[in-house]
């Protein structure tokens, strides 16, 4: 009794509770604004960012608005940066510390704005955190908390704060990162380990203080994806997080500006948005896949930096594309930060230096995007290719990371990685990512059949999963290895060579456990009902030469048909994936294969051209994507419906002869639909004014295009 009483005193005190315990949670996006109408994007969830009260509006007049135009508010705000003035200048507790950012080997403090650091996150920050910027946010009423971008920089770690915690962490005094590769590695271990506890802990008192108040709070992580931390040198909790009881789930923050870091490929580095993209998605489902937690998937229509309105619709459409090719995801930041896309300004074009705000036609297509996205269905499809070739990783790339070669090693763009997987991507094969800290559970392992595995760029920091992988192979998997196994981190001070560990490499411990000699040379072994193959070589040098990649690829090619017995290995220039009513294609370029497009024949809309044209055919030449919306695979054609927009449609209503509806998006936008009816209408009227019938008799469906409003426009169709 005394449990319902208090439930019902919550939702009478917290305005959002009765809507949380229903509302669906599939799309969002983040703003630091209140409710404008022209960022009225009409998604599930808003992000409210940052709690602190702005001149003209507190955060709980900024909650309100959204939730006044019914939205559902979570809220987001930074850990590792944020403005937080009234801690590093004394306000909170009477002391300054601003000696807690990250700083670098000559003392410079890496800021993120005045006075806004990087963080060293102390035991005290974290205190002053929860109270003032999480428990604040708990009573208004908020449910789930987004802590974004715990990032710790690979080339800081020489503040007296960090020296402390060194010295309280491992136990004797700091050591100069830069002098040693030991140095370097135990450094970065350091900075996982302070922003994996500050994560905790804040997520332990949110969870807490709001069972005090009787609310579910669910606490997430948006952050960059392990692949581009690693090359950006960065250091983060990534995947040891999906095992955190106290997290919730994640936001993979892939955009162009992340995707677009240049890689190593057939001796050329370059920018490869798609293929990098689709990777850094990869790894972010891969996280997630065996222990269930909830992802978000994020892109972005633009980027950090200042680049023209085309760049920013190619790339777009890159990252859109390989974020929809993870079938197994389906819920979406749709964007971040819609004040700046819809009011920021950027250069006209790659030739033009004139600063405009987003063309119409650029508006309509992204509207027209997102919208998708509150609709895309998760899919049990595979997208086209051979399956069941997995390239390993671990939160451990970030530890071998320094802004400059230590000890003579060098890992260029991250050439270790790309040299396993580029290869095969380009040839149009679609791989997969295994975590090896996901390795204990056995969801983990469902569609590998050949796994890529290289110590030369990480190591595994726990000896369980090297058994984890050694028990694999023997239960019937194909493991390749690729390394030398001289690069100085194999020397570092870590389990195999601690505790009665005499071991000189990991992965000698890794070949003892499949009954192989611990210095096991280059070949094909038996292990068990599985199969080792050795390459001793590192994966870089398949990538940083031109034709670098043959031995592997003939290497791969044995493991995944003759050991694995998968059936043919397919090279091809294409990914193609169906996902409910929609059809996605990538077409590669440099690809060794083939240089022919890809050619859909059907009845489509395409959804990448503003003007939602129907399409009989649609050509996809080599380094381009699409987006089709196959009317074909309508489950019920006789009923009217809207298939494609650029605006969200409510209070839908269904006659035997009419269909009206109410389109909402953001103002100053232009709308285009398509609407699948019966019949060719009689008679349109769009906001009380009659509207052409521009009919499609091929595909039954209706061709609107008028201005958008967030108060809503009324549509009315009969036939």
């Given amino acids: 009794m005394r449990k319902h009483y208090c439930l019902l005193l919550t939702a009478l005190l917290c305005p959002s509770f009765i809507e949380a315990q229903n509302v669906r949670e599939k799309t969002t996006f983040q703003t630091a604004a209140q409710w404008k109408p022209a960022t009225?994007?009409?998604?599930?969830?808003?992000?409210?960012?940052?709690?602190?009260?702005?001149?003209?509006?507190?955060?709980?007049?900024?909650?309100?608005?959204?939730?006044?135009?019914?939205?559902?508010?979570?809220?987001?705000?930074?850990?590792?940066?944020?403005?937080?003035?009234?801690?590093?200048?004394?306000?909170?507790?009477?002391?300054?510390?601003?000696?807690e950012g990250q700083k670098t080997l000559n003392g410079d403090t890496i800021w993120h704005g005045h006075l806004i650091p990087y963080i060293?996150?102390?035991?005290?920050?974290?205190?002053?955190?929860?109270?003032?910027?999480?428990?604040?946010?708990?009573?208004?009423?908020?449910?789930?908390?987004?802590?974004?971008?715990?990032?710790?920089?690979?080339?800081?770690?020489?503040?007296?704060?960090?020296?402390?915690?060194?010295?309280?962490?491992?136990?004797?005094?700091?050591?100069?990162?830069?002098?040693?590769?030991?140095?370097?590695?135990?450094?970065?271990?350091?900075?996982?380990?302070?922003?994996?506890?500050?994560?905790?802990?804040?997520?332990?008192?949110?969870?807490?203080?709001?069972?005090?108040?009787?609310?579910?709070?669910?606490?997430?992580?948006?952050?960059?994806?392990?692949?581009?931390?690693?090359?950006?040198?960065?250091?983060?909790?990534?995947?040891?997080?999906?095992?955190?009881?106290?997290?919730?789930?994640?936001?993979?923050?892939?955009?162009?500006?992340?995707?677009?870091?240049?890689?190593?490929?057939?001796?050329?580095?370059?920018?490869?948005?798609?293929?990098?993209?689709?990777?850094?998605?990869?790894?972010?489902?891969?996280?997630?896949?065996?222990?269930?937690?909830?992802?978000?998937?994020?892109?972005?229509?633009?980027?950090?930096?200042?680049?023209?309105?085309?760049d920013y619709k190619q790339n777009y459409q890159a990252t859109f594309t390989a974020e929809l090719l993870w079938p197994q995801i389906d819920n979406y930041e749709v964007m971040p930060w819609p004040d700046r896309i819809y009011e920021g300004l950027y250069n006209e074009s790659a030739t033009s230096k004139k600063k405009i705000h987003i063309?119409?036609?650029?508006?309509?297509?992204?509207?027209?995007?997102?919208?998708?996205?509150?609709?895309?269905?998760?899919?049990?499809?595979?997208?086209?290719?051979?399956?069941?070739?997995?390239?390993?990783?671990?939160?451990?790339?970030?530890?071998?990371?320094?802004p400059r070669p230590v000890e003579n090693y060098d890992d260029p763009q991250l050439s270790n990685f790309y040299g396993e997987a580029l290869p095969l991507l380009k040839r149009g094969v679609p791989v997969n990512i295994v975590h090896l800290e996901n390795t204990g559970y056995t969801d983990t392992w469902q569609n590998t059949k050949v796994l890529l595995l290289s110590y030369s760029n990480m190591k595994p920091m726990e000896k369980a999963y090297n058994d984890n992988i050694a028990q694999w192979v023997k239960n019937g998997g194909v493991l390749i290895?690729?390394?030398?196994?001289?690069?100085?981190?194999?020397?570092?001070?870590?389990?195999?060579?601690?505790?009665?560990?005499?071991?000189?490499?990991?992965?000698?411990?890794?070949?003892?456990?499949?009954?192989?000699?611990?210095?096991?040379?280059?070949?094909?072994?038996?292990?068990?009902?599985?199969?080792?193959?050795?390459?001793?070589?590192?994966?870089?040098?398949?990538?940083?030469?031109?034709?670098?990649?043959?031995?592997?690829?003939?290497?791969?090619?044995?493991?995944?048909?003759?050991?694995?017995?998968?059936?043919?290995?397919?090279?091809?220039?294409?990914?193609?994936?169906?996902?409910?009513?929609?059809?996605?294609?990538?077409?590669?370029?440099?690809?060794?294969?083939?240089?022919?497009?890809y050619v859909f024949k059907g009845c489509y809309i395409d959804l990448f051209d503003n003007t939602l044209p129907v399409v009989k055919t649609k050509t996809v030449e080599p380094g381009h994507q699409a987006l089709l919306y196959n009317v074909s695979r309508v489950a019920d054609k006789t009923r009217p419906q809207v298939l494609a927009s650029a605006s969200r449609q409510y209070d839908e209503h269904r006659t035997a002869t009419s269909y009206t509806f109410v389109s909402k998006s953001p103002i100053n936008t232009t709308n285009v639909m398509r609407v699948l009816l019966p019949k060719k209408p009689k008679a349109v009227e769009v906001n009380g004014v009659k509207a052409p019938v521009k009919w499609d008799s091929g595909s039954k469906t209706l061709l609107l295009n008028f201005e958008n409003n967030p108060a809503g426009v009324p549509v009315s169709i009969a036939w």
């Fill in 481 to 597: 290895y690729s390394a030398r196994d001289n690069d100085p981190y194999q020397k570092v001070m870590e389990w195999w060579n601690q505790n009665g560990n005499h071991y000189e490499a990991p992965s000698q411990q890794l070949f003892e456990s499949l009954g192989l000699e611990r210095n096991v040379k280059e070949g094909r072994y038996e292990a068990g009902k599985g199969v080792v193959y050795v390459i001793r070589q590192d994966p870089k040098e398949f990538v940083l030469k031109a034709g670098g990649d043959a031995k592997l690829i003939d290497i791969v090619r044995k493991a995944y048909e003759q050991d694995a017995k998968a059936g043919k290995l397919l090279f091809k220039n294409s990914f193609v994936l169906s996902r409910g009513n929609y059809d996605l294609a990538s077409v590669i370029d440099e690809n060794v294969v083939s240089d022919k497009p």
């Fill in 120 to 310: 060293v996150p102390s035991l005290n920050y974290i205190e002053y955190f929860q109270q003032r910027h999480i428990k604040p946010v708990i009573d208004q009423g908020i449910d789930a908390i987004f802590l974004e971008e715990p990032e710790f920089w690979a080339r800081a770690g020489y503040s007296e704060g960090f020296k402390k915690e060194w010295k309280d962490y491992y136990g004797f005094d700091w050591r100069p990162q830069h002098e040693s590769a030991e140095n370097t590695y135990l450094s970065n271990k350091l900075k996982y380990h302070l922003y994996y506890r500050a994560l905790d802990e804040s997520f332990k008192y949110a969870k807490a203080y709001g069972q005090g108040k009787g609310i579910n709070v669910r606490c997430y992580v948006p952050t960059h994806s392990l692949l581009n931390y690693s090359q950006w040198q960065i250091v983060s909790p990534e995947a040891s997080l999906a095992s955190m009881r106290s997290c919730d789930g994640y936001i993979a923050q892939v955009w162009t500006g992340t995707s677009r870091e240049p890689n190593y490929f057939n001796g050329k580095a370059k920018e490869r948005v798609f293929e990098t993209a689709y990777l850094e998605y990869g790894c972010m489902e891969s996280m997630t896949r065996p222990t269930h937690r909830k992802m978000f998937f994020l892109t972005d229509p633009i980027e950090d930096w200042p680049r023209d309105w085309s």
């Fill in 40 to 99: 009225d994007i009409r998604s599930d969830l808003v992000m409210v960012y940052g709690c602190n009260d702005y001149p003209n509006i507190s955060f709980k007049e900024r909650v309100k608005s959204w939730r006044d135009h019914g939205y559902h508010a979570h809220y987001m705000t930074g850990i590792a940066w944020g403005e937080y003035k009234d801690y590093f200048t004394g306000k909170w507790d009477g002391k300054w510390h601003l000696d």
């Fill in 359 to 402: 063309p119409a036609f650029y508006a309509t297509q992204m509207q027209v995007m997102i919208n998708a996205l509150n609709d895309v269905p998760a899919s049990d499809n595979k997208v086209s290719g051979s399956q069941g070739i997995s390239i390993a990783m671990a939160n451990s790339l970030m530890f071998q990371r320094s």
